[in-house]
């Protein structure tokens, strides 16, 4: 079966900037695309996230399906597609226009298979994945349908052939040090606010961190001052601190909070700020729902890769109920304008994700 509508329908998507907190227009989108498929039970809810229900038999517990649909390019990021025998090339088209379209796509091919589905199953197009958006509107999700669910399937547009069934736990601080400030000459010598968060990120880069399990430390941001002939009297950086154990990371947290703390001295303040916190979690590989996912990519002949990952499942598996990422296609350059995905695998990634439903729902 042709897969033309699907990605026609991802390139409209793409074509609606999405930013983490700025998705309005993309959900309003995705809301008139559901009702136009006759779905029941379409809804905005108060998070931001766009619903709807393909019905199946009541008594079940339902599936829960889910693509977030915001990107990380700003506004006026320049949304433009280049195409390729093997590639389409295009800002989001793969993190995650596609994942948002294959929603639409599964439905397609649920209809043709069976007339009456074992279970509910709801389509969710959600917001604040990326960035800071710090997985709002997946917790809106899960808060709302908890753990009376057959699991949770997250799709990504540019994961195929990997299974995510742990979640990276993920702490952001926002560090901010202040000091009187002053002019570069007739007050040199006075703190300057650069400086001392300079020397603590001098600090943060000589902590040993744990390779197993992998723990990572980033200061993704630096910003402050006036002038280049002003004593900064504020700055700022962002750091983001993960691991793939909770354990080690609260370890790296207490050694970073330590440092923040005694950076502060007469004339420095220096605080923080929580402004992400993504909580780990997993579910055993041996699960019925990862057994379900590993043995569909195996039909279409691919070798599935057990993996982790800081998505919209870390919230689920924080919970311990059932979910796992799975993707549409191939790609790379995410995150970046330069973003594509390649079109071969499509027709592959479709099929496992369609036989994997059936089997979690039979």
Same mark, same amino acid.
């Given at each position: 079966?042709?897969?033309?509508?699907?990605?026609?329908?991802?390139?409209?998507?793409?074509?609606? %900037?999405?930013?983490?907190?700025?998705? =309005?227009? &993309?959900?309003?989108?995705?809301?008139?695309?559901?009702? #136009?498929?006759?779905?029941?039970?379409?809804? !905005? #809810?108060?998070?931001?996230?766009? !619903? =709807?229900?393909?019905?199946?038999? =009541?008594?079940? +517990?339902?599936?829960?399906?889910?693509?977030?649909?915001?990107?990380?390019? %700003?506004?006026?990021?320049?949304?433009?597609?280049?195409?390729?025998?093997?590639?389409?090339?295009?800002?989001?088209?793969?993190?995650?226009?596609?994942?948002? @379209? $294959?929603?639409?796509?599964?439905?397609?091919?649920?209809?043709?298979?069976?007339?009456?589905?074992?279970?509910?199953?709801?389509?969710?197009?959600?917001?604040?994945?990326?960035?800071?958006?710090?997985?709002?509107?997946?917790? *809106? /999700?899960?808060?709302?349908?908890?753990?009376?669910?057959?699991?949770?399937?997250?799709?990504?547009?540019?994961?195929?052939?990997? /299974?995510?069934?742990?979640?990276?736990?993920?702490? &952001?601080?926002?560090?901010?040090?202040?000091?009187?400030?002053?002019?570069?000459?007739?007050?040199?010598?006075?703190?300057?606010?650069?400086?001392?968060?300079?020397?603590?990120?001098?600090?943060?880069? =000589?902590?040993?961190?744990? +390779?197993?399990?992998?723990?990572?430390?980033?200061?993704?941001?630096?910003?402050?001052?006036?002038?280049?002939?002003?004593?900064?009297?504020? @700055?700022?950086?962002?750091?983001?601190?993960?691991?793939?154990?909770? $354990? $080690?990371?609260?370890?790296?947290?207490?050694?970073?909070?330590?440092?923040?703390?005694?950076?502060?001295?007469?004339?420095?303040?220096?605080?923080?700020? /929580?402004?992400?916190?993504?909580?780990?979690?997993?579910?055993?590989?041996?699960?019925?729902?990862?057994? *379900?996912?590993?043995?569909? !990519?195996?039909?279409?002949?691919?070798?599935?890769?057990?993996?982790?990952?800081?998505?919209? *499942?870390?919230?689920?598996?924080?919970?311990?109920?059932? *979910?796992?990422? !799975?993707?549409?296609?191939?790609?790379?350059?995410?995150?970046?304008?330069?973003?594509?995905?390649?079109?071969?695998?499509?027709? +592959?990634?479709?099929?496992?994700?369609?036989?994997?439903?059936?089997?979690?729902? &039979?």
């Amino acid at each position: 079966m042709s897969t033309d509508s699907m990605l026609e329908l991802a390139l409209k998507i793409q074509q609606i %900037p999405s930013p983490t907190f700025g998705e =309005a227009q &993309r959900a309003e989108f995705v809301r008139s695309c559901f009702a #136009d498929e006759t779905l029941e039970d379409v809804q !905005l #809810d108060s998070a931001g996230n766009v !619903l =709807a229900r393909l019905p199946g038999k =009541a008594s079940g +517990k339902p599936l829960i399906i889910s693509a977030h649909l915001d990107t990380v390019f %700003p506004l006026d990021t320049p949304l433009t597609i280049q195409r390729s025998a093997e590639k389409i090339a295009a800002p989001g088209l793969g993190d995650n226009s596609l994942g948002v @379209a $294959a929603l639409f796509e599964i439905v397609w091919r649920l209809r043709e298979v069976r007339t009456t589905l074992p279970c509910d199953i709801w389509l969710i197009g959600n917001v604040c994945e990326e960035g800071l958006g710090d997985l709002r509107g997946m917790r *809106a /999700v899960v808060d709302r349908f908890g753990g009376d669910v057959r699991g949770y399937l997250i799709l990504e547009g540019m994961a195929f052939g990997h /299974v995510y069934h742990r979640g990276t736990g993920v702490r &952001r601080f926002r560090v901010t040090a202040r000091t009187a400030g002053g002019h570069s000459w007739s007050d040199y010598g006075k703190p300057s606010a650069i400086h001392e968060l300079a020397g603590l990120v001098t600090q943060l880069s =000589a902590l040993k961190l744990s +390779k197993t399990p992998r723990t990572t430390l980033n200061v993704g941001k630096f910003t402050g001052g006036t002038s280049i002939n002003t004593v900064a009297s504020e @700055a700022q950086l962002e750091l983001d601190m993960r691991s793939e154990d909770e $354990a $080690a990371l609260q370890d790296l947290i207490g050694q970073v909070e330590r440092l923040i703390s005694a950076a502060n001295k007469p004339e420095v303040n220096i605080e923080k700020e /929580v402004i992400g916190d993504r909580p780990a979690g997993s579910i055993k590989a041996d699960h019925p729902f990862i057994r *379900a996912a590993l043995n569909s !990519l195996q039909k279409v002949e691919v070798d599935p890769i057990l993996t982790i990952g800081s998505t919209d *499942a870390n919230v689920p598996f924080s919970r311990n109920y059932p *979910a796992v990422v !799975l993707g549409v296609t191939t790609g790379g350059g995410a995150h970046t304008v330069h973003e594509y995905i390649d079109l071969p695998p499509i027709d +592959k990634g479709i099929k496992y994700l369609v036989d994997f439903i059936l089997q979690v729902t &039979r």
